[in-house]
Nanobody
Framework: QVPLVESGGGLVLPGGSLRLSCAPAPGANIYAVFGMFWYRQTPTKTREFVASITNDYSTNYARFVEGRFTVSRDSASNTAYLQMNSLEPEDTAVYYC??????????WGQGTQVTVSS
């Protein structure tokens, strides 16, 4: 049972764009969400923080994506988004979303593959 579902990953050319989405799985008992986070991981690296957005719509970005990626949220539907522009081969990774509720409970998705290649 994976509480969150990511979508939007795939194969894209260098310089291209993708938009990732993340929302609770059907039947998941996830209600008010304090923070929505994006991470990424490759087989040779630890899981890295990418971007986050909190309930007041404050955002934070990792240095390596700042200016290229934009995180947003739709609190009414508890959906997180990650708009990824100017993608580079180094962005190739599995991207994960995480929600944190007001009781500091973390909920994770299964990840979605992003491949940037010509």
């Amino acid at each position: 049972q994976v509480p969150l579902v990511e979508s939007g990953g795939g194969l894209v050319l260098p310089g291209g764009s993708l938009r990732l989405s993340c929302a609770p799985a059907p039947g998941a008992n996830i209600y008010a969400v304090f923070g929505m986070f994006w991470y990424r991981q490759t087989p040779t690296k630890t899981r890295e923080f990418v971007a986050s957005i909190t309930n007041d719509y404050s955002t934070n970005y990792a240095r390596f994506v700042e200016g290229r990626f934009t995180v947003s949220r739709d609190s009414a539907s508890n959906t997180a988004y990650l708009q990824m522009n100017s993608l580079e081969p180094e962005d190739t990774a599995v991207y994960y979303c995480k929600f944190r509720d007001y009781a500091d409970q973390d909920w994770w998705g299964q990840g979605t593959q992003v491949t940037v290649s010509s």
